[in-house]
C-alpha cells in the first residue's frame, strides 16, 4: 500500500481502532502510540518525508549470546568490518558461514 492509500485510509477512519487500543496506525504495527497516530519509528518516517513502510525488526529470528574472545580474536575481526556493518554483524556472518546457516538473501 502506497502512502497516498494509507493516508486516504488514515482520513477515513478504518485504522481509527488501533490508535484506540493504544497501538500504531500504520497497517501491521503493534508498537505502542507515541503521537499523531503512528509509533515513534512511524512517526520518524513521516518526519523525515518518507513512504512508510514496515520497520524493521532488529533481532527478530535470533538467539542472543555472549562470547569471550581473545584480544587478536577481536582485532581480527575488526579489521574485516566493513563499512555500515557491526563488529557483531561480521561476527554473525563469519559463523554462520562457517556452520553453513547463511540466511537466503
Ligand atoms: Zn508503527
Not at 524493521?56 to 569471550?68: F, K, N, T
Not at 575488526?78 to 563499512?83: D, E, K, Q, S
Request: aromatic letters at 4%; a neutral charge.
Amino acid at each position: 500500500m502506497s502512502d497516498i492509500e494509507w493516508n486516504e485510509q488514515w482520513r477515513d477512519g478504518a485504522e481509527h481502532q488501533r490508535t484506540e487500543d493504544g497501538i500504531c496506525a500504520y497497517p501491521g504495527c503493534d508498537h505502542p502510540l507515541d503521537a499523531g497516530g503512528l509509533c515513534r519509528g512511524h512517526r520518524g518516517q513521516r518526519d523525515r518525508g518518507v513512504e512508510l513502510r514496515p520497520l524493521r525488526e532488529v533481532g527478530v529470528g535470533y538467539v542472543s549470546i555472549s562470547l569471550r574472545l581473545r584480544p587478536e580474536t577481536i582485532e581480527m575481526l575488526r579489521a574485516m568490518v566493513t563499512p555500515g556493518r557491526t563488529l557483531s554483524i561480521t561476527a554473525r556472518s563469519l559463523l554462520e558461514a562457517a556452520t553453513g546457516t547463511l540466511p537466503p538473501r
